[in-house]
């Protein structure tokens, strides 16, 4: 071959490899996605929440948008209006757009394995937020608060304000809810409630007249996490085992939604809820007040603010190229997922000042402290 022919073989290779970079360049990025970028400003975090009915989620969603883009990112909220379904076609959309995070707050964890798949497939990093995804290796890591910790809290304050644990000898009626059969964290709530209250139950100083749930059974006692089923149930054992003048003494509300309703049926039945102990989670704002005049003994107070700070901090490290920080693992059916769990606060009327105003989370005018 002579030097000619040779040259311009060379010349045309040269030609079609740099066309090849080119093409890729163009072509390896999604919209929303940062690649390989380890810029926060090119990096779309996807936020799937499952739903706005309760106060929290629009309140979680919010915590982590501010923290996120004050850090440079690009955020994506998404509601799921309480669908499984919805849910999962919007984490899919977040994967196919190339959202480079995806934290998901499950509606049903045992559901979104498919769309995690996908995620993963498009190079996302998969946070789970305050609810584990179950039956899946395709969650990352999982942040959430003490679940029986929870559960714990929610027992002690029925304990001590009966004062059971100073050898009050009742026997004291009570009721038990359990929370929503599909969230996976309520049994685990319930489970720890129950470590406090099984053995006041064993000596007969509590007892239950519906009997529901006293065996530890969750299934017996699972409602779901709005006021009305709540309402419902409690109006349902209220008619068939507190008639006759007997007296209820506590209602274990697993969350603030749940107590809202529970108070509602007492009112509706003339019962005063100042005179049964009642417990929640969440320290919803529209009942903050009602801990405040004593209708609801107390509440458990997970910060969103720690939590968003939590998910961020994730973000960040791997965004860095450096692999998160965690205390424990969560066994979901498929894998020990890397976890990271903060610590619940009691509130009652005693520390709503201290805990929730002086934080700024609620005003004092709006606590009923003023």
């Known amino acids: 071959m002579n030097l000619k022919k040779i040259t311009r073989r060379v010349g045309l290779v040269a030609l ?17 996605s940062s690649g390989s970028s380890s810029n926060p400003k090119d990096i779309t975090v996807g936020i799937s929440m499952p739903d706005k009915a309760l106060q929290r989620w629009p309140s979680a969603a919010a915590d982590l948008v501010k923290d996120l883009q004050k850090d440079g990112y690009k955020t994506d ?6 669908s499984t379904s919805t849910q999962s076609q919007q984490v899919q959309n977040m994967a196919n757009k190339g959202d480079k995070y995806i934290v998901i707050a499950a509606q049903d964890g045992t559901t979104l394995g498919p769309a995690v798949a996908d995620a993963k497939k498009n190079g996302a ?19 959430t608060y003490n679940l029986q910790g929870v559960g714990k809290l929610q ?27 599909t969230d996976n964290n309520a049994p685990q709530f319930f489970k720890g409630a129950m470590s406090v209250l099984e053995p006041y139950f064993k000596s007969g100083v509590l007892v239950s007249p519906s009997k529901k749930g006293v065996d530890g059974n969750f299934q017996q006692v699972a409602v779901p996490w709005t006021q009305q089923a709540a ?19 506590a209602v274990l509300a697993p969350n603030d939604a749940q107590a809202f309703g529970v108070i509602s049926a007492l009112k509706a039945a003339g019962i005063d809820p100042s005179k049964v102990v009642i417990t929640g989670q969440d320290c919803e704002t529209q009942n903050v007040p009602l801990i405040v005049k ?69 005003s004092a005018s709006a606590a009923g402290l003023n």
């Open 16 to 32: 079609a490899s740099a066309a090849v970079l080119a093409l890729a360049a163009c072509s390896g990025g999604r919209s929303g």
């Open 77 to 82: 909220v998404q509601y799921a209006n309480s």
């Open 125 to 143: 990093t998969v946070i789970a937020y305050d609810r584990l995804i179950m039956n899946t290796t395709d969650v990352d890591y999982y942040a």
């Open 155 to 181: 027992g002690q304050a029925i304990v001590q304000k009966l004062g059971l644990d100073k050898g009050a000898k009742g026997p004291f009626n009570i009721e038990l809810l359990g929370g929503d059969p």
């Open 231 to 249: 309402q419902t149930e409690m109006q349902t054992r209220l008619n068939s085992f507190y008639t006759g003048g007997k007296t209820l003494n």
């Open 294 to 362: 004593g209708e609801q003994y107390m509440s458990v107070y997970k910060s969103d603010v720690n939590l968003a700070s939590t998910v961020t901090l994730i973000i960040s490290d791997v965004t860095k190229g450096k692999t998160p920080k965690t205390d424990s693992t969560s066994a979901n059916g498929k894998k020990s997922v890397p976890t990271i769990q903060l610590t619940p606060q009691m509130v009652t009327k005693d520390n709503v000042k201290s805990v929730l105003v002086d934080s700024g989370y609620i």
